[in-house]
């Protein structure tokens, strides 16, 4: 099973239904989209009316809810601003690193206790395989995507201060957004693929200011739009769990 979080734009393809799953970490309700004979879910981040804030999803409950219905691989979307000046609002980029600024969210399924003492890999944060296929299928798709992207992620849901953002640049940062941390690293503990597409909505604080979200409202929707279907194309294809270490990230000292 396949997974796509945050996706909007779709729900004319195929016909859906509602799902409920309970987890040890809390109830989650989901989409379940058929599409040429697959099932797809789909998750809204945020809750299906956008009430949840970045810094309170119940992000635990997502993953584990995915997992439990057998999902192996996702692909997320994210609005993201820009601090990296050839990053303008509107474009697309593929998330290849993090860098985390969260600060009171829960972050692990590893909790010690019974379980022993775990971590998990980071070299590759994001599903390889999955980004060069999104990569690969979005220019076919005449997406243009403009690059990979280190995503900053804040705890929110406050915006940054320009200084903030100055330090996030210097640091190596080119995106900035409230939620990829810790749903990456979840996805990474539960060996699921996992890749993000971003979306840039604005300009970060102190950057430029003469694009404003409210002008690239329409864009942002059709480019998410585009972006899911890209996904949906290469959930129709083959996936293979070999092409990536995601299955076994886990480091048990
Ligand atoms: N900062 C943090 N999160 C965001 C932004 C931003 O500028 N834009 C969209 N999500």
Partial sequence: MKAIIGGTGIYDIGESHNRLVETKYGKVELDIINIGGEEIAFLSRHGKDHTTPPHRINYRANMMALKEIGVQYIYATAAVGSCNEKY???DVVIIKDFLDFTKARPVTFFEGGEEKVKHVDMSDPYCKNLREKFYFMAKNQGIETKGEAVYVCTEGPRFETASEINMFKHLGGDVV??????????AKELGICYATVGII????????????????QKELDKSKEKVTKA???I?????NKNKCTCKNSIIEL
């Fill in 201 to 216: 909505s604005n300009w970060c604080t102190g950057m430029k200011g003469e694009i404003t979200l409210h002008d690239i």
């Fill in 177 to 186: 957004g409230m939620t990829n941390v810790p749903e990456v690293v979840l």
């Fill in 235 to 239: 959930f129709k294809g083959e996936l």
């Fill in 231 to 233: 996904f949906i194309e």
């Fill in 88 to 90: 303008f609002p509107g």
